[in-house]
């Protein structure tokens, strides 16, 4: 089963980029790599998917190295609305993958 | 659609008390889980089903914990009875047979006195 680590906490400020990476040294072949937000008293959502290279859509993105044992989250000129839970995922198909402590950022003014 | 919807959002129950929470997933998604979040452990996968079956109930807590998904649109979580450690959020997720990107309910904020 892949496994997850990435920071417990980060802090930036505003307008800056934040980059927040996950290390998943035992990343099988079909897994994918899924990252999540989470803002207090809500579910976490998705925001971003990525099998190799980079990903990028209006909110965010994700950057995966030849050996995918590693991603990296980078979210652009952040604002105060984005200090929430972030959560990396591997996994692929049916195997149900742990969502872990996240990494809680916090961006300010 | 109007997401994956949960019932009550909030609730406030005396020790002892049976809790019933309630989960609509999306339309057409083939999987659904119960997920517990708390400070201390963080968000924990309680049990998923696939096709209205349970396939994992590992991370049910004890037996005062149980989950039925009688038909596609419909799943409970039910604790009996009820103790002051089981306050915590639960979340129910859904999401596509073969997709990895699940969709979560607003959650349930449980207060067990």
């Known amino acids: 089963l892949a496994k997850t680590t990435q920071p417990i906490s980060m802090d930036s400020y505003e307008g800056q980029e934040v980059n927040i990476t996950c290390s998943h040294n035992?990343?099988?072949?079909?897994?994918?790599i899924t990252w999540y937000q989470q803002f207090p008293s809500q579910g976490p959502r998705f925001i971003i998917q990525?099998?190799?290279t980079k990903v990028t859509n209006e909110v965010a993105s994700l950057f995966i190295p030849a050996d995918r044992k590693s991603s990296t989250l980078s979210l652009p000129r952040v604002s105060l609305s984005d200090t929430a839970v972030y959560y990396c995922?591997?996994?692929?198909?049916?195997?149900?993958?742990?969502f872990g402590r996240g990494t809680s950022l916090i961006v300010h003014p | 659609d109007a997401g994956v919807i949960q019932s009550p959002r909030h609730e406030v129950t005396e020790m002892g008390q049976e809790v019933t929470l309630r989960c609509k997933p999306i339309?057409?998604?083939?999987?659904l889980f119960w997920y517990r979040q708390t400070m201390m452990r963080g968000l924990e996968l309680l049990i998923y089903?696939?096709?209205?079956?349970?396939?994992?109930d590992s991370g049910m807590p004890e037996d005062r914990f149980s989950a039925k998904m009688p038909n596609a649109s419909f799943s409970t979580l039910k604790i009996q009875p009820s103790e002051p450690r089981d306050s915590a959020v639960y979340f129910c997720?859904?999401?596509?047979?073969?997709?990895?990107?699940?969709?979560f309910g607003p959650g349930t904020r449980l207060l067990v006195l």
């Open positions: 997720a859904s999401r596509q047979d073969s997709r990895e990107t699940q969709y």
């Open positions: 035992n990343i099988a072949t079909n897994d994918y």
């Open positions: 990525g099998y190799k």
């Open positions: 995922l591997v996994g692929g198909g049916s195997y149900i993958p742990t």
């Open positions: 339309s057409g998604h083939d999987y």
């Open positions: 089903f696939n096709n209205n079956v349970p396939i994992d």
